[in-house]
């Protein structure tokens, strides 16, 4: 994956937020509630619950956050761990996908969740770009690919 940069970001999905590390804490502070209303209480160990759960989580989001990132800059494409130069892409509009194309990130399929973008490059191949909101992507590949296509609503 390549290195953030200076340059505008024309479309951005993340590939998870960060609030899925609270889930492991909130657990932790739910179980310590009934136990203080129980009688005994593992200060302890519910911290190191806490502390499993939180570390299990960042491992997940961080893992997300790269893998399924998507990001369009006037000069790349990113999609997951791959980074294609938008001067490689040459259509987007009215791109069909044949069987045994190539999905963009380096995935057997599309990552659930998300929608299919076929793109044809510069050399004729077609590739599949994919986002949640893959009009968005479309839309602003279609602005940075093809200045003279519009975009009818």
């Not at 390549?2 to 804490?25: K, T």
């Not at 739910?30 to 203080?36: H, K, T």
């Not at 990113?78 to 001067?87: H, I, K, S, W």
């Not at 077609?126 to 909101?133: E, G, I, Q, S, T």
Request: a neutral charge.
């Amino acid at each position: 994956m390549s290195e953030p940069s200076d340059e505008p970001v024309l479309f951005a999905e993340h590939g998870s937020s960060w609030w899925p590390l609270l889930w492991g804490p909130a657990f932790a502070v739910v179980g310590l509630v009934l136990e203080v209303t129980t009688g005994a209480v593992h200060w302890l160990q519910w911290f190191v619950v806490a502390v499993v759960l939180f570390g299990g989580a960042a491992v997940w989001v961080s893992a997300r956050r790269k893998v399924y990132l998507v990001r369009l800059t006037p000069k790349t494409l990113t999609q997951g761990r791959e980074t294609l130069p938008v001067a490689d892409l040459a259509v987007v509009t009215d791109v069909g996908a044949p069987a045994g194309v190539r999905i963009l990130g380096g995935g057997w399929t599309v990552p659930r969740r998300t929608e299919a973008v076929p793109v044809r490059l510069a050399d004729d191949s077609v590739v599949l770009a994919w986002a949640r909101d893959a009009e968005g992507l479309r839309d602003a590949l279609r602005r940075l690919v093809e200045p003279g296509a519009r975009h009818v609503e």
